[in-house]
């Protein structure tokens, strides 16, 4: 089985900074994409930015020159660097992880239980 657990969420004010980590752990071959996504209030869960295995990134527009998404395959960890956060991005963050977890399985999602960032002041 395979583990995501994240953190690095709270309240921050606007214009602050959060730094999000999301850590895999169990039976793991590999990974492939690792990605962020959120859920605000009364609204459909939205991609906020993915990373490939070799190191590709994409955003949602809405993020662009503000967040910024890494990961350490050694420890197959998973990051979400966000400044310059607005009141309209709290909501809970949500990573995944796209895992084998042998040589004979096909890759699976598996996701955070999600954290909390709250933008207010």
């Known amino acids: 089985q395979v583990q995501l657990v994240e953190s690095g969420g709270g309240l921050v004010q606007p214009g602050g900074s959060l730094r999000l980590s999301c850590a895999a752990s169990g039976t793991i071959y590999s990974i492939n994409t690792m990605g962020w996504y959120r859920q605000a209030p009364g609204k459909q869960r939205e991609l906020v930015a993915v990373?490939?295995?070799?190191?590709?990134?994409n955003y949602a527009d809405s993020v662009k020159d503000r967040f910024t998404i890494s990961r350490d395959n050694a420890k197959n960890t998973v990051y979400l660097q966000m400044n310059s956060l607005k009141p309209e991005e709290t909501a809970i963050y949500y990573c995944?992880?796209?895992?084998?977890?042998?040589?004979?399985?096909?890759?699976?999602?598996?996701w955070g239980q999600g954290t909390q960032v709250t933008v207010s002041s």
């Open positions: 990373i490939s295995s070799s190191g590709s990134t």
């Open positions: 995944y992880a796209d895992v084998r977890t042998s040589t004979t399985m096909f890759f699976r999602r598996y």
